[in-house]
């Protein structure tokens, strides 16, 4: 009786390097796009903390014919409470221009983004604001700007 050996068959090296450099490829494409995705979520904590005080920025000044002064801790009449600083960005504590034509920016303190500015600006009292490129004070690429501020 003849016993019938089996041929041990695997990947040959040229194979694997073939693998290996399709794994390459995808990574060196996936790593510039994973960066900008990151770097724009940061961005909109920088949009949602502006967001959070067109509101409060408004009101004040229908009723005081003036932009108050953002704070932290509101001591004087002239200050409405607002979160000035989140992780990866930093609100100015003013709104600057003459009412009813304001802006309110922060600026990026990390990622790609570092140093950039997001603005919104208003014309109308806060009823509008604009925070895309266009506004002149955003500085940061439109790439990494929300949807709302494309």
Same mark, same amino acid.
């Given at each position: =009786?003849?016993?019938?050996?089996?041929?041990?068959? $695997?990947?040959? &090296?040229?194979?694997?390097?073939?693998?290996?450099?399709?794994?390459?490829? &995808?990574?060196?494409?996936?790593?510039?796009? /994973?960066?900008? /995705?990151?770097?724009?979520?940061? *961005?909109? %904590?920088?949009?949602?903390?502006?967001? $959070?005080?067109?509101?409060?920025?408004?009101? /004040?000044? /229908? %009723?005081?014919?003036?932009?108050?002064?953002?704070?932290? !801790?509101?001591?004087?009449?002239?200050? #409405?409470?607002? +979160? &000035? +600083?989140?992780?990866?960005?930093?609100?100015?504590?003013? *709104?600057?221009?003459?009412?009813? #034509?304001?802006?309110?920016?922060?600026? =990026?303190?990390?990622?790609?983004?570092?140093?950039? #500015?997001?603005?919104?600006?208003?014309?109308?009292? $806060?009823?509008?604001?604009?925070? +895309?490129?266009?506004?002149?004070? +955003? !500085? #940061?690429?439109?790439?990494?700007?929300?949807?709302?501020?494309?």
């Amino acid at each position: =009786m003849k016993l019938v050996g089996k041929v041990q068959q $695997g990947f040959t &090296l040229i194979e694997l390097m073939i693998v290996v450099a399709i794994i390459g490829i &995808l990574a060196a494409v996936a790593l510039p796009a /994973y960066n900008d /995705y990151t770097t724009r979520a940061q *961005v909109s %904590e920088a949009v949602e903390l502006l967001g $959070g005080l067109k509101g409060p920025i408004a009101a /004040y000044g /229908y %009723e005081n014919k003036a932009w108050p002064t953002l704070t932290a !801790t509101p001591t004087l009449a002239t200050d #409405v409470a607002a +979160t &000035l +600083t989140g992780k990866y960005s930093n609100v100015a504590n003013a *709104v600057t221009g003459a009412f009813p #034509v304001g802006s309110i920016k922060a600026t =990026m303190k990390a990622g790609q983004a570092n140093t950039k #500015v997001v603005g919104m600006a208003t014309a109308d009292g $806060g009823q509008t604001w604009d925070c +895309t490129a266009a506004n002149t004070i +955003t !500085t #940061v690429d439109i790439k990494w700007l929300p949807q709302a501020c494309k």
